[in-house]
């Protein structure tokens, strides 16, 4: 059920309207900041998971996935120097599975660097041939599973 706060139409009335509602941010505000830390731990945690499993199968470098705290909550920041390949995947394995700040298509990288996958289809990495690699989608799985828990994390958070 949402707050209500019942005034009197008066000046005094507003002013009461008003003290109630800097109480009412006061105490909702810690409660917001608190899921929003939750949720951005839940997120790394995902993120972690995965990571954890494709690092040893292919050498990938990612420095950290951490939650960062922001002015209106936090937010999930992956490093390092396989971050694209990872979430998006390479070559035949390329999943644009969201709008990103860098073109994400087959070859998009080759095209700009060395051209192997780009002229010959596939290219060789530690002597193993590769035409791509998966899409493993961190941080994709990471948003996913932060909207899963938020409800249960909302009720643990706000008492209800």
């Known amino acids: 059920m949402p707050k209500r706060i019942v005034i009197d139409l008066s000046p005094e009335g507003c002013k009461d309207a008003v003290k109630e509602l800097e109480k009412y941010l006061k105490d909702i505000k810690p409660k917001m900041t608190e899921v929003c830390k939750r949720l951005a731990e839940i997120g790394v945690e995902e993120a972690t998971s995965i990571i954890d499993t494709i690092h040893l199968q292919e050498n990938n470098a990612i420095e950290r996935i951490e939650a960062v705290p922001i002015e209106n909550g936090y937010k999930i920041v992956m490093s390092g120097e ?58 994709y799985y990471a948003e996913k599973k932060m ?10 958070v706000f008492g209800k």
């Open 147 to 156: 909207r899963e828990e938020m409800p249960r994390i909302v009720r643990e």
């Open 82 to 139: 396989d971050v694209y390949f990872i979430e998006f995947g390479t070559g035949d394995g390329v999943s644009p599975h969201y709008d990103t700040s860098v073109p994400v298509a087959w070859g998009t990288w080759s095209a700009e660097h060395s051209q192997m996958l780009w002229k010959q289809g596939f290219w060789y990495y530690d002597h193993v041939r590769y035409e791509g690699t998966p899409a493993y989608m961190p941080m």
